[in-house]
């Protein structure tokens, strides 16, 4: 059993910068791909970025957002620079047991509680 706990979201300006963190308990953390997802009010869940040794980013936050991996720390985080308001959401950190840069939530086994960021114009 994996546990994830999100922290670092809050409330940014548009054009400002969050770093988001995800820390997992468990001693497999480097055989996972970690993902980030986010969920806007009335809206389904999408996928932001997935992270094995390469990483991979939804079109709509390429360029903007980063996402990086400490396995010594259990840690994933999510980089995200040049914000919008409509990048307005609750971010969920994923694990997935398969290694892949998996994009669809059912392809993750773990889910962490959710974090909220809000950009303001």
């Known amino acids: 059993q994996v546990q994830l706990v999100e922290s670092g979201g809050g409330l940014v300006q548009a054009g400002g910068s969050l770093r988001l963190s995800c820390a997992a308990s468990g001693r497999a953390f480097t055989t996972y791909t970690m993902g980030w997802f986010r969920q806007a009010p009335g809206k389904e869940r999408e996928f932001v970025a997935s992270?094995?040794?390469?990483?991979l980013y939804a079109d709509s936050v390429k360029g903007r957002f980063t996402i990086s991996r400490d396995n010594a720390k259990n840690t994933v985080y999510l980089q995200m620079n040049s914000l919008k308001p409509e990048d307005t959401a609750v971010y969920y950190c994923?694990?997935?047991?398969?290694?892949?840069?998996?994009?669809?939530?059912?392809?993750?086994?773990?889910w962490g509680q959710g974090t909220q960021v809000t950009v303001s114009s």
């Open positions: 992270i094995t040794w390469t990483q």
């Open positions: 994923a694990a997935a047991r398969r290694l892949g840069l998996w994009r669809r939530d059912n392809d993750y086994d773990y």
